[in-house]
C-alpha cells in the first residue's frame, strides 16, 4: 500500500465520496443531526484527487474548505444525499460513503414552527435510505468502501455491515471518548471478504492516503 502512495494510481478513474452528517427537518427552524465534522470524507476526497482521479463530494453541511480539483455538491438530507448520489454515481469507479447518514427523520416535518406549550410530546420517526446498500444494489456497481463506526466487538459488527450492505471494503473505526468523531487522529481496520488491513494511528489525512492506496489497489486487482 505505502509504495502506491506518492503514484497516480487513480488516474482516468472516477471517485465518488459522501462526507458529513446530514440534517432531517423537525420543522422550518430544527432539525435532527449528529456531530460528524465531515474531516475524514473530505480527507479521502483529496486524496482521491491527489491520486489523480475525478472526484465527486456529496457533502452535508460542514464547515470545511472544498479539496482542490474536487467537484462538491452540498445537501442536507439524506433524501437529497441519495438523490446527488445517484444522480452521478453511475460514471464512477469507486464510491465511499464517509457520511454519518441519518438512520431515521421525522415522519411529517411540520410546516410552521412548533410552539412551546409546557407539555411532552413525542416524535415519530421513519428510516431512511441505507445509500451505500443502495449503490451496493446498482447493476453496474461500482467497488463500494463504507465505514462503520462502532462499539463493543467492533470488527465483528463491521464485518457484517460487508454482508448486510453487500459491500467491498469496510473501515472499522471504533467511537467512544476522544475516538472517531471530532478529532484528528484516528486507528481503523479495513476488512474485506477473506482480508483485513490495520492502518494507523495516524492522522486522518495519512489514513485517507492509505484508504485510496488500499481501494486504488483493489481497483486494479493487485491488493493482497
Ligand atoms: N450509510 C448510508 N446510508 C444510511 C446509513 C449509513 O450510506 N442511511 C453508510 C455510511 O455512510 C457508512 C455505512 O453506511 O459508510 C455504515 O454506516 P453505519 O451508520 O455504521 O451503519 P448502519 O447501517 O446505519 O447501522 P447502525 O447505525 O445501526 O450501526
Ligand atoms: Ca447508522
Redesign the pocket.
Known amino acids: 500500500v505505502t509504495e502506491a502512495l506518492g503514484s497516480r494510481s487513480l488516474t482516468g478513474r472516477c471517485v465518488m465520496v ?1 462526507a458529513g452528517p ?1 440534517r432531517e427537518p423537525v420543522d422550518p427552524v430544527r432539525y435532527l443531526g449528529n456531530r460528524s465534522s465531515g474531516k475524514t470524507g473530505f480527507a479521502i476526497a483529496a486524496a482521491a484527487r491527489r491520486a489523480g482521479a475525478r472526484v465527486i463530494l456529496v457533502a452535508g453541511p460542514v464547515n470545511l474548505a472544498t479539496p482542490p480539483g474536487v467537484e462538491r455538491v452540498d445537501v442536507q438530507t ?1 433524501e437529497e ?2 438523490y446527488a ?1 445517484h444522480a452521478w454515481v453511475g460514471a464512477c469507479d469507486l464510491f ?8 431515521y427523520r421525522p415522519a411529517e416535518p411540520a410546516a410552521g414552527k412548533v410552539k412551546r406549550d409546557g407539555e411532552g410530546r413525542t416524535l415519530s420517526l421513519v ?9 451496493a444494489a446498482r447493476p453496474k456497481p461500482p467497488l463500494t ?6 462499539t463493543g466487538d467492533v470488527e465483528a ?2 464485518r457484517a ?1 460487508l454482508a ?2 453487500g ?1 467491498d471494503l ?2 472499522a473505526n471504533e467511537v467512544g471518548e476522544g475516538k472517531g468523531f471530532d478529532t484528528d487522529d484516528n486507528t481503523v481496520t479495513v476488512l474485506w471478504e477473506g482480508g483485513r488491513r490495520r492502518l494507523g494511528p495516524a492522522p486522518k489525512t495519512e489514513l485517507a492516503r492509505e484508504l485510496v492506496a488500499l481501494a486504488a489497489a483493489r481497483l486494479d486487482g493487485t491488493l493482497q
Open positions: 459522501t446530514t439524506a444525499m441519495r448520489v465511499v460513503g464517509t457520511a454519518a447518514v441519518a438512520d428510516p431512511n435510505p441505507d445509500i451505500l446498500a443502495e449503490v468502501m463504507g465505514f462503520a463506526a462502532e459488527n463491521a455491515k448486510s450492505k459491500i469496510v473501515v
